[in-house]
């Protein structure tokens, strides 16, 4: 390709990057020249989703290996792959397929009281390019999760439970799986996802369980109850640099942020007064940024949770903080230039920028 033509189609490929959460626009694209088709796959492939039902865009697995049989060059695409059900017909035809640049799974086991297929899930997890694993159902077992951890690519780093939270047998009997050998490999995970998963702190705990959270450093979670994830965020105070919260999640109230020494930048979504009992009531933190995401909904303002934010922050014990952020996520139905936008948060929260803390970003969402 000369040197002119290299010049234009890198031009047309950054104005499709930034159509890249809207599905519909890329699909349009796709269409209009072969100069566009390129970088339009390489965004609608990016992240597949298999055997869902709550996925408008979902595949069954025989017709996404039916289209990389066709269209070999898609597979280089695919970096995020959902799987909507573990059993034998779905992940037959998916361990057939010569993945060479997924890094994150998704396994959402939906046939409570049946096993999963845990020898075909094995040759998933198993691949070399994997980094992340999310687990998604309550249906999921506790011997079934220590499985797929066991035989995992060592070079996961991420884990991620959501909505996960299996009843835990207790020590000392016929189910309980025996610890694994000294010495033998773990996976050394820095992130971690928790969301309405209340037994996995415990879990993750167990001897049994092959993993180890001692370089954990960043951590999400929402809706799960402090009674078993303080003891592991206080566990691991000297590791965790970063938290993402829910400002209105009753299980933050009593968390206190100076006991996490480590602790650098806290990210907040949603609204709600937990967060500002939490931070008044903790100690003396290190806290040196702080982001807000702000969602909107169908043109809703999204404003209700900025005096909350900015309330908890005046009342917190926060020495070192240099910068709060506001990321506004707005969708389709923004109604709002981004002038107006700045104007209405610089207007909620005029002690931060009094103090000049305060920098606004914008991130679009599309259908």
């Not at 890094?103 to 049946?114: K, P, R, V």
């Not at 070399?128 to 070079?155: M, Q, Y």
């Amino acid at each position: 390709m000369e040197a002119s033509n290299l010049l234009v189609q890198e031009l047309w490929d950054e104005v499709l990057d930034h159509l890249c959460n809207s599905r519909k626009d890329l699909l349009s694209s796709a269409l209009v020249c072969r100069a566009f088709v390129g970088r339009a796959q390489m965004h609608l492939f990016r992240s597949i989703i298999i055997a869902s039902l709550r996925h408008q865009t979902t595949l069954s697995a025989a017709q996404l290996a039916e289209i990389i049989s066709r269209s070999p060059h898609l597979i280089d695409y695919i970096s995020e792959l959902y799987v909507g059900r573990c059993d034998v017909e779905t992940l037959t035809p998916l361990v057939h397929i010569l993945w060479s640049r997924v890094s994150a799974i998704s396994l959402a086991h939906s046939d409570e009281g049946q096993v999963p297929a845990l020898d075909l899930i094995g040759t998933l997890v198993s691949l070399p390019t994997l980094r992340k694993i999310s687990f998604h159902s309550n249906a999921w077992e506790a011997d079934h999760l220590r499985a797929v951890l066991a035989g995992c690519n060592p070079c996961v780093i991420s884990l991620a439970f959501h909505t996960c939270s299996p009843e835990l047998l207790p020590p000392n009997t016929e189910n309980t799986l025996a610890p694994p050998p000294y010495g033998s490999p773990r996976l050394n995970i820095t992130h971690l996802e928790l969301f309405f998963a209340d037994t996995i702190p415990e879990f993750l705990g167990d001897a049994a369980c092959p993993i180890d959270l001692s370089r954990v450093a960043h951590i999400k979670f929402g809706w799960s109850t402090g009674v078993g994830l303080y003891p592991l965020l206080y566990g691991f105070g000297d590791s965790i640099e970063s938290l993402d919260v829910d400002a209105g999640d009753p299980g933050l109230e009593s968390l206190d942020f100076g006991s996490l020494s480590a602790l650098s930048h806290l990210t907040v979504r949603g609204h709600g007064l937990s967060l500002q009992r939490a931070m008044e009531l903790s100690r003396e933190s290190n806290l040196r940024s702080i982001c807000y995401r702000m969602a909107t909904w169908r043109g809703t303002t999204g404003l209700i949770g900025l005096q909350n934010i900015q309330s908890s922050i005046l009342s917190a014990k926060m020495p070192k903080l240099q910068r709060v952020e506001v990321m506004v996520v707005v969708d389709e139905y923004n109604k709002y230039t981004t002038a107006q936008w700045t104007s209405r948060i610089e207007d909620n929260l005029s002690h931060l920028v009094k103090r000049g803390i305060l920098t606004i970003q914008f991130h679009r969402l599309s259908l």
